[in-house]
């Protein structure tokens, strides 16, 4: 498995992806500040991961692995979102 940092930087090019998609300057900057938002916490993950990996346990672990599934899942979802108003559940 890829680490912390790895995975972050992904999702920072994910969105970098969908800025380069999008037409209206609003949500170009949006996912933008989303991608630099992602490149600083793998930054953050780095220096982690360098002083004390023991820090993190296996449930905080597996919390943020969830909170990070819902916001990718976000991410994917709002180009529809912006173009519909309307968000499914």
């Known amino acids: 498995m890829s680490s912390k940092s790895e995975q972050y930087i ?8 969908h800025a380069d998609a999008m037409q209206s ?3 170009k900057v ?4 989303m991608a630099t938002q992602w490149l600083l916490l793998a930054k953050q993950a ?3 991961d360098e002083r004390s990996p023991q820090l ?6 597996d919390a943020r692995a ?16 912006l173009t519909k108003n309307v968000c499914p559940a």
């Open 10 to 17: 992904a999702r920072a090019e994910k969105c970098q992806q």
């Open 25 to 27: 300057s609003g949500e």
């Open 30 to 33: 949006l996912y933008q500040q």
């Open 46 to 48: 780095d220096g982690m």
């Open 56 to 61: 993190l346990t296996p449930l905080r672990h």
């Open 66 to 81: 969830r909170n990070l599934d819902k916001i990718d899942r976000a991410v994917e979802l709002m180009p529809f979102c």
